[in-house]
């Protein structure tokens, strides 16, 4: 059976660097849809499901933020924001907003292939590790209870799912295989996004952020995934 | 060739400004007072002098209308006030009574008018001292009378009364320094204050502001300085920014060439010259962007935009994530026996970005880097980075670190130049300081000393 490219989307409203773009992901295998709004975006997205997306913050009509706002619900699929803004507020908002990743132009291409392929290489993972680690943790016994099947990528509370996306899912991860220890951001960003070491370590802070909205039942106070105040976080089974 | 004398200071100005008023008044008021009290009291004495000798004159001419009194006689029986001789001329004969013979002299200046037949007063500088002489004709008995009586009291009081108002001047002159002191202290505050703020401004802090004030005579020139900063705030901010819009401006044309540049790098169809020219393009631009990604930085630092917390971390961790994120073996790092990994408080990014562009440095001016070693001291922490080139000559050592400076007339064509005024700032910014130095054996040490934060 002949293997289905992977779909990236590219948006992206200058013309020239979309075309490019276009040229390089294809000659690394992937198959592009391109838009140049995020409104063309959105139709390309809801008629075929990409795996990926690339998406620039400024763009005419709705914009980078309201864009991932509005397509994060419905897909799993991780997302980069290419953009010239380097602005930590930038960064903040649009990790926020749901982006997996965050690559400030000019960006080196190797580099940005690089951290394409790790974004989708979690899965894969995950399905590698099986045979090797707990398949299924209970997190916390005494509410629902809720578990983390590893093999299924898949967290649940009692009888409902709860969806999770593959940063939240690698992040998740590498909590359960280190349960009751400590891991600092440095360690995170290196295992969850292999970013190496120039990653912005809000980018942890802001996915920590979102993961225990999953997790906890009070996530401002929270239990499972607890701040070690000064060194990082902790996963706590409860 | 004359040397002109410094000008004294405002303080100094006012100060004797002060004392010289406070001088000036005092002496008038002094010499005012002195010459009405010794006019008060020489009109006193000589009223004094003149009623006791009509007094002791109306005893001598009684006596002497006795027939047959000799004026010796007389005068030897009249007690004349003390310090007072009489004198009595009959005759064209001089008698006294005392011993002495001074009269005509003393009385010189009143004789005519006593010959005239009216009686007189006058001072005379025969005695010493001076004396008071009061003659009155005697025309019953044919003679004249004469009393001088020295003025040792009046001459006593006056230099009392003198030495009093010089001594009160005196302590006048000092009060109006005093005050001119106090004065001044008052006058320069606002100016003391406008110093320090700009002293603050030139320091780099825009933040400064004088406070706001009531004071009429002050409003306008706090209002001005204050306008003056955000005049020059404004103007500071505006430069940096413009090299950052700028370099913002051409990340998107950067990225597409980069990225379609990409593809021909890794083409295979490409004659031999025309490939050398994609891998010259591939150097320039890759150049360019990293002149840009510096410009970016600098732009960032000059407009003092703080977007990173600072951050604790261990010095031996921080040179460790830089050599991971600028792909160099992690035995770049000199081991340390102790195992030791000394606690900064920085801002992480910068740090990691200035020790990066250390270590690209070393490659493009230092014949590569050779390696990097923590060394912990009391209360800092050096890292110390190390090549193996030529060294950077002592008197570039400093000039180094300027904007697009190069040492040792090197040629262009290499870095952005920006490279290690950015790991200036950067260290400056998480309060440390950097500086070039001769390695041991040859080539250049950089060393970055960082505050050490005490560990619980």
Redesign the interface.
């Given at each position: 059976m002949e293997c289905m490219p992977t779909r990236v989307l590219v948006l992206e409203d200058d013309h020239g660097l979309r075309s490019s773009l276009r040229l390089v992901l294809e000659d690394d295998g992937y198959a592009v849809v391109e838009a140049a709004d995020a409104e063309t975006a959105l139709h390309a997205v809801s008629n075929s499901p990409v795996d990926l997306m690339l998406v620039d913050l400024m763009l005419g009509g709705m914009d980078g933020f309201s864009f991932i706002q509005r397509v994060r619900p419905g897909t799993e699929a991780p997302i980069v924001v290419v953009s010239a803004r380097d602005g930590a507020p930038d960064v903040v908002a649009a990790l926020e907003a749901g982006a997996d990743d965050y690559v400030t132009k000019p960006f080196d291409v190797d580099e940005l292939k690089a951290r394409l392929k790790a974004l989708l290489r979690r899965p894969a993972l995950a399905q590698t590790e099986r045979t090797q680690t707990d398949d299924v943790v209970v997190l916390d016994r005494h509410n629902g209870p809720l578990v983390f099947d590893r093999g299924a990528a898949l967290l649940t509370r009692g009888q409902t799912e709860i969806h999770l996306t593959h940063t939240e899912f690698r992040l998740l991860s590498a909590f359960v295989d280190n349960a009751g220890r400590v891991l600092n951001r440095s360690a995170l960003l290196e295992h969850v996004w292999d970013t190496g070491y120039f990653g912005d370590e809000r980018i942890v802070d802001v996915h920590v952020r979102r993961l225990r909205k999953k997790l906890e039942i009070e996530p401002s106070s929270p239990h499972t995934l607890v701040t070690v105040r000064g060194l990082g976080y902790r996963l706590d089974l409860q | 060739m004359t040397r002109r004398a410094p000008r004294a200071g405002l303080r100094a100005s006012i100060i004797v400004a002060f004392a010289l008023g406070a001088l000036g008044l005092s002496t008038i008021l002094a010499v005012g007072t002195y010459f009405s009290a010794r006019h008060l009291l020489v009109d006193q004495r000589e009223r004094t002098a003149l009623r006791q000798a009509y007094t002791d004159a109306a005893l001598v001419r009684d006596s002497l209308l006795d027939a047959g009194v000799a004026v010796s006689d007389v005068l030897g029986s009249v007690t004349p006030p003390a310090g007072a001789v009489i004198y009595v001329r009959r005759d064209g004969e001089w008698y006294s009574s005392s011993l002495d013979s001074a009269g005509p002299d003393a009385t010189a200046a009143v004789q005519p008018v006593v010959s005239s037949g009216s009686a007189g007063v006058t001072w005379t500088d025969v005695t010493d001292p001076h004396a008071v002489v009061v003659g009155i004709p005697l025309p019953a008995v044919d003679a004249e009378y004469y009393e001088v009586a020295v003025a040792e009291e009046l001459d006593r009081t006056l230099w009392t009364l003198a030495l009093a108002l010089a001594v009160s001047a005196a302590l006048t002159t000092v009060a109006g320094g005093a005050l001119g002191l106090a004065a001044s202290r008052r006058v320069l505050a606002p100016l003391a204050d406008v110093t320090q703020a700009a002293v603050r401004v030139s320091g780099g802090d825009m933040s400064t502001r004088l406070t706001s004030t009531d004071d009429p005579d002050l409003v306008a020139l706090v209002g001005a300085f204050n306008n003056m900063v955000d005049a020059l705030r404004s103007r500071i901010e505006h430069d940096a920014r413009f090299a950052a819009d700028v370099s913002?401006e051409l990340?998107?044309?950067?990225?597409?060439l980069?990225?379609?540049l990409?593809?021909l790098t890794?083409s295979t169809g490409l004659s031999p010259a025309a490939a050398h020219a994609v891998r010259l393009m591939d150097g320039e631009l890759d150049r360019f962007?990293r002149t840009?990604?510096d410009l970016?930085e600098l732009g960032r630092l000059d407009s003092n935009?703080v977007?990173?917390p600072a951050?604790?971390v261990g010095a031996r961790?921080l040179v460790t994530?830089?050599l991971?994120?600028s792909?160099r073996p992690l035995d770049l790092l000199e081991a340390d026996a102790t195992g030791a990994d000394p606690l900064v408080l920085v801002n992480?990014?910068q740090i990691?970005r200035a020790l990066t562009n250390l270590y690209r440095n070393a490659d493009l001016h230092g014949g590569g880097l050779t390696g990097v070693s923590v060394v912990e001291h009391e209360v800092h922490v050096d890292l110390v980075v190390e090549d193996r080139g030529p060294g950077v000559p002592p008197e570039d050592r400093r000039r180094i670190f300027d904007r697009f400076a190069r040492a040792g007339g090197e040629k262009s064509g290499t870095g952005s130049g920006l490279g290690l005024s950015i790991v200036e700032q950067s260290v400056h910014r998480s309060s440390g300081d950097v500086w070039c130095a001769d390695r041991p054996g040859g080539g250049a040490v950089f060393v970055v000393r960082l505050p050490k934060v005490a560990q619980a």
């Open positions: - | 913002h990340r998107t044309p950067v990225t597409t980069t990225t379609s990409s593809l890794s962007r840009l990604e970016l935009a977007e990173d951050t604790l961790t994530q830089s991971l994120g792909r992480r990014p990691l």
